[in-house]
């Protein structure tokens, strides 16, 4: 692919500037993480999505 290509570019780019000092960002996951433990859900959440039947029969219901 040429450089000059949009999806290229991004992945060519060097972010200016540095890095703050401290603690690296969040990511998503961590906060859903953090949503799901204040409500008390994560480690049925967490064991639903081990369990890949349970899994894709919730997922089916969503969907549905």
Same mark, same amino acid.
């Given at each position: 692919?040429?450089?000059?290509? @949009?999806?290229?570019?991004?992945? /060519? ?12 960002? =969040?990511? @998503?996951? /961590?906060?859903? =993480?953090? /949503? ?8 049925? @959440?967490?064991?639903?999505? $081990? $369990?890949? =039947?349970? @899994?894709?029969?919730? $997922?089916? =219901?969503? $969907?549905?």
């Amino acid at each position: 692919m040429s450089k000059e290509r @949009w999806p290229k570019i991004p992945m /060519d780019m060097i972010p200016a500037g540095k890095r703050p000092r401290g603690q690296p960002r =969040k990511r @998503w996951i /961590d906060g859903v =993480k953090e /949503d799901l433990q204040l409500l008390g859900a994560w480690e049925e @959440w967490q064991q639903t999505a $081990n $369990n890949r =039947k349970e @899994w894709r029969t919730l $997922n089916g =219901k969503i $969907n549905s």
